[in-house]
């Protein structure tokens, strides 16, 4: 659907082929059309559509969003798909799993709803209250509020006391250098920066995950991350410490660019 007939769907609460043909069905109200002017108005100065609607679709589940939470996008079903399918090839199903910077829950709650990890241990971390609160009210809708751990902490921090290990680790941290951040769409600028931004050239977080996870990641265990396009060079770097990690693989996503790193842990 294009842009105009999602607004139309969710606001008339129909299917794409009602519109042409159940036109009488689905005709707007006076209230209707006033709130379809106000969204595309803000659409055109930039808002997001997802913010506008008050959701999203992801990996087939529903999610409620707001503004100060990272829309979930298309290209980190490829971060969900391959650990699903790492996961389920170790056999490891009843694993604990982490994800990092968990934003509107999207991942965890993916996870959580798959058959594959009905019997996993879930845990989701955040540093923003506003983006755990939405995570926590997307996991009650999905139904799987009882099956993911919802923590506010700073990637790993709120384990180094216990220094609990995961047998996966899997995150989309925020991996857009700060000098970028003028270039992105407008739409893009109005989400959370602390969800997009990293420093060192946009590989702060996935230096401090590296660090973090050789404690908080069992021998053996798997790291799932999502990149850009481009940074598979450095993130080679990143883990190119032998006594630590095995193995890596890249694996692109439906576009053909590189957007998913895969490391086991020695």
């Known amino acids: 659907m294009n842009e105009i007939e999602t607004i139309v769907c969710q606001l008339l609460q129909c299917k794409r082929g009602d519109l042409y043909l159940n036109k009488d069905r689905v005709a707007p109200t006076g209230q209707e059309w006033n709130r379809l002017e106000r969204i595309l108005e803000k659409r055109v100065q930039g808002a997001p559509l997802q913010y506008l609607l008050g959701e999203t679709?992801?990996?087939?589940?529903?999610?409620?969003?707001?503004?100060?939470?990272?829309?979930?996008?298309?290209?980190?079903?490829?971060?969900?798909?391959?650990?699903?399918?790492?996961?389920?090839?170790?056999?490891?199903?009843?694993?604990?799993?982490?994800?990092?910077?968990?934003?509107?829950?999207?991942?965890?709650?993916?996870?959580?709803?798959?058959?594959?990890?009905?019997?996993?241990?879930?845990?989701?971390?955040?540093?923003?209250?506003?983006?755990?609160?939405?995570?926590?009210?997307?996991?009650?809708?999905?139904?799987?509020?009882?099956?993911?751990?919802?923590?506010?902490?700073?990637?790993?921090?709120?384990?180094?006391?216990?220094?609990?290990?995961?047998?996966?680790?899997?995150?989309?941290?925020?991996?857009?250098?700060d000098d970028e951040f003028e270039t992105l769409p407008l739409d893009v600028q109005a989400e959370p920066r602390l969800a997009l931004l990293a420093q060192a050239g946009g590989f702060y977080f996935y230096r401090s995950i590296e660090q973090g996870s050789r404690t908080h990641l069992v021998s053996g265990g798997y790291l799932f991350l999502e990149i850009g396009h481009d940074q598979a060079p450095e993130l080679r770097k990143i883990f190119s410490d032998s006594s630590v990690w095995q193995e890596s693989k890249i694996v692109k996503d439906l576009c053909g660019r590189d957007r998913v790193v895969i490391i086991r842990k020695k």
């Not at 910077?101 to 996993?120: D, H, P, Q, R, Y």
């Open 57 to 177: 679709e992801f990996f087939g589940i529903r999610l409620c969003l707001k503004p100060g939470v990272l829309i979930p996008r298309p290209e980190t079903e490829t971060l969900v798909s391959e650990t699903l399918q790492s996961i389920q090839a170790s056999g490891k199903t009843s694993a604990r799993i982490l994800d990092i910077g968990t934003g509107s829950g999207n991942i965890a709650i993916a996870c959580a709803v798959s058959e594959v990890l009905k019997e996993a241990e879930i845990y989701a971390v955040d540093i923003s209250p506003i983006a755990l609160k939405q995570a926590k009210l997307n996991a009650r809708l999905n139904g799987v509020a009882g099956r993911i751990k919802f923590l506010k902490s700073d990637l790993f921090s709120c384990f180094k006391k216990t220094k609990q290990q995961f047998d996966f680790i899997v995150s989309n941290p925020p991996y857009i250098a």
